[in-house]
């Protein structure tokens, strides 16, 4: 069909096709009708045969059957009282099927419900399903899948927790051996540190570190990369304190490993005063966080079996069963000042730290009379590890916590700490932790579920002095992302998760930075098979 019209708009004339010559000329009368009008009217026109073939072809695509571009115009058209809507009902079916939950005891010993993508296209090309039968055997294949993803998540992190609270044997062994070595070698039971140095204990002119802890290994690693990179070796001391089962291993791996020219001191709780003089808060408080913990929370079975919390959240309740997080090694740390009564500033290492700098320029840094020195960990380029509030660590859905503290509020962390013991001791800290610690056990542990750091955030509120995170990387023991070339950027790095370097869980590419300090060529070290990889 072919359409003229005039210049001035006065004449319409319509040719048909097929050569036919037959005009149909339409005098327009120009009072009737305007000019302008009329070519509104033929664009509105050209409009809607544009529209006509979208439609067409979304319906093509819906899947209905095909029609011509008239009939699909006409339902396109229909009025939607008629039953037709302009939508397609086809998402809504698919929607309201995957809407409906799907509880794990209708999938169990259905044999029918595809296992892989694959098997399932196969199905759907074979069967030629409509929409609602496409619906419900996605749901059904990708709830199962949910269902196994999960289990599966659940059972990693209980090996990762029965392979991270176990002894390796290669450390037992190491134990044994020191301990026999112990009582039959006078070279292994020398005083630490010898007579004429025992007054650099408590002189403050010189650098003055804590490591607590019952793994001889990790407590070697530590303190042979805290010498190893200090430019004033003379200047150290490291007092290392640890528990009455481990103090003659330890003894004697550092009678038998001096790290001269720095001043080692090895020294086991109930050799403190302090410590042996009538009830320590710290060990009552433990006493009874475990009852309550054996008694309500029924184990690593127990919290495996629960099918309705998340699989992180699983993790974090195993983790908090750690033997490491009930140890006093982890708790002794809040009573420093009077477990050092003389000295006025320590710096406090964890076990699972590697030292690979300098920290002499700790000394320097103005703590502007706050008692810890501590790396925040709310912001970073890890925004899992560096990412920490205190609503990561407190339940704020219990009012204790809730009315008491800003659940946005940065949080830091342990690992390397610098104490004000002069500030400490003007202060409360000791005294609120315990209170706290009470409450928890009081409350069945639900102001937090993981280990010493909570209470320390509540104890330490308005303490903290905030240092560069230079001074401590975090999260080499929780995921792999961190590469092996920023890890060796860092001050201090920090294995803190299950994955520690002495365990086979340990991430290989990290595991380096702590075996360099491992003399594998040493007698224990080779007879208890203790290796690199």
């Known amino acids: ?11 319409v004339t319509v040719l048909p096709g097929k050569g036919l010559k037959e005009f149909i000329k339409v005098k327009v009368a120009s009072r009737r009708l305007s000019y302008r009008m009329l070519f509104y009217s033929l664009l509105f026109f050209t409009f809607l045969l544009r529209f006509v073939f979208v439609l067409t072809a979304v319906d093509n695509i819906d899947g209905e059957n095909k029609c011509s571009s008239i009939g699909c115009l006409g339902k396109k058209l229909r009025p939607k009282i008629l039953g037709r809507s302009l939508e397609s009902n086809v998402p809504e079916v698919i929607y309201g099927i995957l809407d409906q939950p799907l509880g794990k005891d209708e999938l169990e010993q259905r044999t029918d419900i595809p296992q892989t993508l694959e098997e399932f296209m196969i199905q759907v090309k074979e069967g030629g399903y409509d929409p609602k039968t496409f619906a419900i055997k996605l749901r059904e294949m990708v709830t199962l899948m949910e269902q196994r993803t999960r289990e599966a998540k659940v059972q990693e992190y209980l090996y990762r927790h029965v392979a991270s609270s176990s002894i390796p044997k290669q450390l037992h062994c190491l134990g044994l051996k020191l301990a026999n070595e112990h009582t039959n070698n006078a070279a292994a039971r020398l005083q630490l540190p010898s007579a004429e140095l025992v007054p650099a204990l408590v002189d403050n002119n010189y650098f003055h570190f804590v490591l607590a802890s019952d793994n001889v290994l990790a407590a070697s690693v530590v303190a042979t990369s805290l010498v190893r990179n200090s430019l004033r ?22 009678s038998l490993h001096p790290l001269s020219p720095a001043i080692i001191e090895v020294k086991a709780l109930h050799h403190f005063d302090w410590f042996t003089k009538g009830k320590v808060p710290v060990l009552e408080a433990m006493e009874k966080d475990q009852n309550v913990r054996s008694q309500f929370r029924g184990g690593s079975s127990a919290i495996v079996a629960n099918t309705t919390e998340k699989p992180r959240v699983i993790a974090a309740k195993l983790q908090a069963l750690s033997p490491k997080y009930n140890s006093v090694m982890n708790h002794i740390r809040i009573h420093l000042p009077e477990l050092f009564s003389s000295l006025n500033k320590v710096v406090f290492l964890d076990d699972d730290i590697v030292i690979q700098t300098d920290l002499s320029p700790l000394w320097d840094i103005e703590m502007n009379g706050k008692v810890n020195g501590a790396v925040e960990t709310c912001s970073g380029e890890d925004k899992y590890v560096m990412s920490k509030r205190l609503k990561s660590y407190l339940n704020f859905s219990h009012p204790l916590i809730s009315q008491n503290f800003d659940p946005n509020e940065c949080a830091w962390a342990y690992g390397i700490n610098i104490f004000d013991l002069d500030a400490w001791r003007k202060t409360n800290i000791s005294s609120t932790y315990h209170y706290w610690v009470e409450q928890n056990i009081k409350s069945d542990l639900s102001l937090w579920q993981l280990g010493t750091l909570p209470p320390g955030l509540i104890a330490f509120h308005g303490h903290v002095h905030t240092i560069d995170p230079f001074w401590h990387m975090l999260g080499l023991g929780y995921q792999e992302s961190t590469s092996f070339a920023d890890a060796k950027t860092a001050g201090v790095i920090h294995f803190n998760g299950r994955a520690k370097p002495w365990l086979d869980i340990a991430f290989p590419h990290l595991r380096p930075l702590w075996t360099k300090y491992i003399d594998f060529s040493d007698y224990f070290i080779k007879s208890c098979h203790i290796k690199a990889l």
């Open 1 to 11: 069909m072919l359409l003229q019209i005039s210049p001035s708009l006065r004449h």
């Open 233 to 254: 070796p003379q200047k150290v001391v490291l007092h290392i304190i640890t528990d009455r089962k481990t103090y003659y291993p330890m003894q004697a791996w550092f």
